[in-house]
């Protein structure tokens, strides 16, 4: 299943425009949690704020490298696209394999 998941109910109660908004809202909100440091990975500015995330900096710096603002706006963009349905029937292809 994809990492992020809208109900179709949400993106058809705000209709394509507004949904549109929603989805650059995102980006730029991500971009923001990154703060100004130029190749950065997202969120990491915001997370290595943290106090509590102290101890487990290199670990929230390995995973953050993995990310891609680019890959969660697509994410974001396709997330009302998921249904557990169709999640269901690839998981039991995957199996099945």
């Not at 908004?21 to 923001?32: I, K, M, P, R």
């Not at 993995?66 to 706006?73: D, E, H």
């Amino acid at each position: 299943s994809p990492q992020t998941v809208v109900a179709r109910a949400v993106t058809y109660a705000l209709g394509v425009e507004r949904w549109m908004e929603v989805v650059a809202a995102c980006g730029d909100s991500l971009t923001a949690l990154t703060g100004n440091s130029y190749g950065s990975p997202p969120a990491y500015d915001c997370l290595s704020s943290v106090s509590e995330l102290e101890a487990y900096l290199p670990l929230v710096r390995s995973h953050t490298a993995s990310l891609s603002l680019a890959q969660f706006c697509h994410d974001v963009s396709c997330a009302d696209q998921w249904s557990f349905s169709r999640a269901a029937k690839n998981t039991l292809r995957e199996a099945v394999q």
